[in-house]
Each structure stands twice: as C-alpha cells, then as structure tokens.
C-alpha cells in the first residue's frame, strides 16, 4: 500500500494575502478536503510541496455564482511519478433547492470570550459552528462571563439554532470584530456570514500597537421544519478594508 504524503500547501491572493498556508497528511491513494480556500471570480496562487517536490501554479477561478450550484474545487494530485498537478473540477447542478437551509433571523452577544481551543497561530483567521448544547458546552462551559453563559443558554439548538464563533486579529488593541452585513443564504444555498474588523476609537485618539485578537460570537436560527444548516461560510475583511479571507466550517454536534 502506498504510504501517506505529507502536502504543505500556501494559497496566496493576487495581492499576496495567504488564504491558507498550512500541511495536511494524506493517505495513499486518499483525498483530504480543504474548504474554503478558493474565491470564486478571483484569481489565487496555489503552492504545494510532497515530499521534496515543489510546484506553484496561478489558477482564476472564473466562476459566476448561480442559484443552487456547488462551485467545483481545486484538485491537488500527487502523481505515482512523483509529480504534482494541479485542476479545476468545475462546478455542477448537485445542490436540490429542496436541501436549501432557511435561515429566520440572528442575534450577536454583546460579550465574547475565548472557547477552550488550542491553536498553532494567533494571527490567522478561524471559527466554530456548534450545533447542539453538547459541542456548545465542551468549548464555552469554563468560562467566567454570564452575558456568554445567558446568551448560549437561550441559544434553541433542538429549534434550529445554531452558534458561529469567529476569530481573526487586528494590528493594535482598539478594534473589534462585527458583521460587515447581515447573515444570508447565497447563491449556491449555504449561509453567509460577513464580518469585518473596524477600529472602534476615533482616528486622533491613539492605540497600543499590538496584533490584537477580535472574536464575534453569533446566534443563527433556522427553520427548524426545514433542511439542517450543516456548514456556513465566513467572510473576514481585515482592517484596511482590502485584505478579504473565507473560509467554510462544518457544524459540530
């Protein structure tokens, strides 16, 4: 049996922002998902390397959103030759409308406190999407704040709620993270979340230069009668209003 490959992947922005840069095992003969790291209608710059070997390709994913359409992926291959290659798997109709979440209304809590999540880096973007009181507990029941205790004990998860956590960083202390617009079901049928990081002190008012965590923690409610909201992608615009992250979370339960 083939053995598991290691594949270190960076993807970059035109203007060099890294919408992932990290190493996934894989398994031989085995695939390994990484969602959320190509933006349709852009233009990226894919970097990977398996065991010694290094290719780097610029890849425009030019695709227009449609109603109820999966938007294909990047296909990363490790050849039996020992070559990588890299494709667009385009996009097809397998999205039902029917499978479509709806999604009734939103609330932010007023406080945000850290989960119990340990993370390799403390710059890059990230995020839960918890569906159910148990996965809710295991990453918030430590923690002394009751504004985040009341707000997930009215979190209706057996009604179809569902909380999205997100973190991302600002370069200095006085900014906070926010919805940039309000959530939405797009195009292709999963839910949007848009956040931004804004400075919440006045321009001639200074602030400690220090790469600051801002975290946002948001109640969706879904129609309970109607398809289960099983991921969410995030939307993370960063302080200069230019740099832009997205990223897909899978719903813990």
Do not use: K
Not at 79 to 89: D, K, Q, R
Not at 172 to 191: F, K, M, R, W
């Amino acid at each position: 049996m083939d053995e598991p490959h290691t594949f270190e992947v960076r993807v970059e922005t035109e203007n060099g922002y890294a919408l992932a840069d990290d190493a996934y095992e894989v398994p031989g003969g085995g695939t390994e998902r990484i969602a959320g790291i190509g933006v349709p209608g852009a233009t990226q710059t894919f970097t990977i390397a398996v065991d010694g070997t290094e290719h780097s390709e610029t890849l425009s994913l030019a695709i227009e959103p449609a109603d109820h359409v999966v938007d294909g992926y990047v296909d990363i291959r490790y050849t039996t030759a020992g070559e990588i290659e890299l494709a667009v798997t385009p996009r097809s109709e397998s999205t039902d409308p029917d499978s479509v979440p709806v999604l009734t209304g939103y609330s932010v809590s007023d406080s945000v406190v850290r989960p119990d999540v340990e993370r390799d880096s403390e710059t890059d973007s990230w995020g839960l999407f918890l569906a159910s009181r148990r996965t809710a507990t295991e990453y918030f029941g430590d923690v002394d704040d009751s504004a985040v205790e009341e707000f997930i004990a009215e979190t209706a998860f057996d009604e179809g709620d569902r909380l999205v956590y997100v973190q991302a960083s600002a370069p200095q202390t006085c900014y906070e993270l926010a919805l940039s617009a309000e959530p939405s079901i797009d195009t292709n049928g999963v839910p949007v979340v848009d956040t931004e990081v804004t400075r919440t002190a006045s321009a001639d008012e200074a602030c400690g230069d220090a790469v600051t965590p801002v975290d946002l923690l948001v109640r969706l409610s879904f129609d309970v009668d109607g398809p289960p909201a099983d991921v969410v992608v995030v939307r993370v615009t960063g302080s200069a209003g230019t740099q832009r992250e997205g990223f897909q979370l899978e719903a813990e339960r």
